[in-house]
């Protein structure tokens, strides 16, 4: 089960599958089969709620009251209402909403390019873990930019990706901050986790035309499968719009 609609799917789809597998593996080293979780920046439910769905406890906490107006519809909508908690906050008020050592899985999806400091956040993250609690982080990758940028025609853009310290092209630049593989690896060692698996998410989806996908018979379908073959080989993870890290408080 994806938690998204098909389209969206090849961009959810990699990472809800070792979200997925990963509470599963935690709830039996438990023989506890309600996990408590928290989605940082979890926004309107595109992850939380199908957390909820199979059982779990979600904590969601996001800075927009817009956006828990909606997480709360959606969660109403799913019939899972008495097991999502929506919190306004963020990263730098989460010790005030989530008491240390709490939780078993902390979902970081897209919060570390928009923060003041990344480390200090992934290390505010871990602080809720349990011992042997995971972490889902999604972030941005630069190298995957860089590629973007130039298959655009936008060299100068391109190189200035490559050469910033943020990852950035400039002032018109959408994301504030963009990570290598080894950026994040070193974030989430700083923090005291132990890096579980690296996929690239994205490695294909951003750069094959959209009419084709939503045309072609069966070419969405054929896509997801190749971004999931994909996803977890090496070889691709430079070129894929996001890196996905799986990593463990040990």
Known sequence: MYPTRPRSALRTAVVWEVV?????????????????????????GNFAVPVARLGHRVTVVDPSPDALFALERRAAEAGVTDLVRAVQGDTQTLPELVAPGSVDAVLCHGVLEVVDDPAEALGSLAATLRRGGFVSLLAANRNGAVLARALGGHFNDARTVLDAPDGRWGGNDPMPRRFTGD???R?????GLRVDSVHGVRVF???VPG???????????ALLR?????????AFHAVATQLHLLATLA
């Open 20 to 44: 997925r597998a990963a509470l599963e593996k935690r709830a039996a080293e438990l023989d506890q089969p309600v996990l408590d979780v928290v989605d940082t920046g979890g926004g309107t």
């Open 226 to 234: 190749l971004e999931e073959a994909a996803a977890g080989q090496p």
């Open 187 to 191: 974030l989430a060692v700083g923090a």
């Open 205 to 207: 989806a951003d750069l």
């Open 211 to 221: 009419v084709l996908v939503d045309t072609e018979p069966g070419a969405l379908e």
């Open 183 to 185: 950026e994040l690896d």
